[in-house]
């Protein structure tokens, strides 16, 4: 599918999309909690709709009303023996420890960019902890088979945080006591931040972080909640939890409105601990006009040219493809630490930026763990292809808002796995899009 971007100004008023990473954490908590969920403003993006498929073959019932989600859940008891988490990095690797709590032996199946990523991990830890495992020479499929036995371990957060996640979770959720998951080299701590917060509002037992060195599971007593009969009232009471504003497809519209317009995006919590908020920082680096309030964002363009910033994306290496978009109108080098992130994404980011941004007449180096961007030099309209990745789509469509000529992206369907409106929302702030006349408001498959 491609869709044509001309060169526009943009202005207005926009709603954030939900953040696909709170949206999922909480499917995972309503799957673990004996009761009832009310998850308001749920998003619906292709893995958002992963993770409630999720949840469902695994035993939750899932009712779809006006702006919320409400399930109902006695914890994992597997409708089927073979699931699928599409393509969803977080699906695979935070569900898996949860779906080993079930005796049953599993498939985990996947889709797309997923069957190339390394899940060699898994092979790693999961016989640690009593799970029978097997894969394919490290990639999808999996089979697993628990039930999954809490114990001392150590692992390697270098690659991402989300396995931690899903161990975290499941470790409470098994009535881990005295025990400790020690982390070496931990990647964007702030997602695990969001983790823990997600546990506490869904009164799970949390573990003392050490530092983001040690995560202690002291044990949960039970009787200090009222109860120690887990299917009494305290276990089975009602939660409600309300999906965030998410940053990383905030973070785009952050972008455009900094390149071609003035805008406020309303539902971004400044409190937030998702890792993406920092794209602030590098915003105010480049002199944008930027006013910041508690749920709502106004952001233009500088006073002069945008200035060339500095910024490390390690905690937050989905930054990168907003950044390089705002690089490019950026005068002079900027330069973004943390490129290393990059290589098991959705394709290999860095390489892919550098290509695309290329035929725009943008020249990225890469130097180790360094990105270069050199901008100011005019961004030239060309036509672009997302290589399935939906955050190269929308780095892309961003930087063609002020190009010179019109812009094509190839498989601009790409967004559907994280901001299925975007196109939608850029086009009613006044960017001029030529888009599929059958899409309606989201790009098709």
């Known amino acids: ?11 207005g008023i926009i709603q954030a999309p939900a953040s696909k990473s709170s949206m999922q954490r909480a499917c995972a908590a309503a799957l673990l909690h004996f009761g009832k969920t009310v998850i308001h403003y749920p998003g619906h993006s292709n893995d958002d709709k992963a993770a409630i498929g999720l949840i469902q073959q695994m035993g939750a019932l899932v009712n779809a009303e006006e702006n919320k989600l409400v399930i ?29 709590l079930s005796e049953m032996e599993i498939t985990i199946y996947g889709e797309g960019s997923l069957l190339t990523r390394p899940m060699d991990f898994f092979d790693e830890v999961f016989p640690q902890l009593g799970i029978e495992i097997s894969s394919n020479k490290g990639k999808l499929p999996l089979r697993v088979k628990g039930p999954l036995q809490p114990r001392n371990i150590e692992i390697d957060g270098s690659l991402s945080s989300q396995f931690l996640t899903g161990l975290l979770m499941a470790y409470s959720a098994a009535g881990a006591k005295d025990v400790s998951i020690k982390v070496k080299n931990l990647k964007s701590r702030p997602y695990i931040d969001l983790t823990l917060d997600v546990m506490k509002r869904f009164c799970f037992n949390v573990p003392e972080n050490k ?133 098991h994404k959705e394709s290999n980011r860095a390489i892919t930026l550098q290509n695309e941004f290329k035929k725009m007449g943008i020249d990225i180096d890469l130097q180790d763990d360094l990105m270069i961007v050199q901008g100011g030099t005019g961004v030239k309209g060309h036509a672009v292809h997302s290589h399935h990745d939906h955050r190269i789509a929308m780095a892309c469509a961003v930087a063609a808002l002020k190009a010179d000529g019109e812009t094509s992206i190839g498989e601009a369907q790409a967004i559907n796995k994280s901001y299925p409106d975007f196109y939608l929302h850029i086009q009613q702030l006044g960017a001029s899009l030529v888009l599929p006349q059958s899409s309606g408001n989201k790009i098709t498959q």
Request: with cysteine.
């Open 1 to 11: 599918m491609i869709v044509t971007i001309h060169p526009s100004g943009i202005s």
């Open 72 to 100: 109902t859940s006695k914890g994992v008891q597997p409708f089927s023996n073979q699931v699928n988490c599409g393509e969803s990095g977080l699906g695979i690797r935070m569900f898996a420890p949860i779906l080993s």
């Open 211 to 343: 530092n983001y060195e040690e995560f202690y599971f002291p044990g949960f007593d039970y009787a200090q909640q009222k109860s120690l009969d887990p299917s009494t009232s305290f276990r089975t009471s009602l939660r409600t939890y309300t999906v965030e504003g998410d940053w990383s497809g905030g973070a785009f519209l952050l972008v455009a409105g900094a390149i071609a317009g003035n805008i406020v995006i309303e539902g971004l919590d400044i409190s937030s601990t998702q890792a993406d908020k920092a794209v602030l920082t590098a915003l105010q680096q480049t002199g944008a006009s930027l006013s910041i309030q508690s749920n709502r964002i106004e952001i233009g363009p500088a006073q002069g040219r945008l200035k060339a910033f500095h910024f490390d994306a390690t905690e937050c290496p989905d930054l990168f493809p907003p950044l390089v978009a705002l690089a490019a109108y950026c005068e002079g080098k900027t330069v973004i630490e943390g490129a290393k992130r990059l290589t």
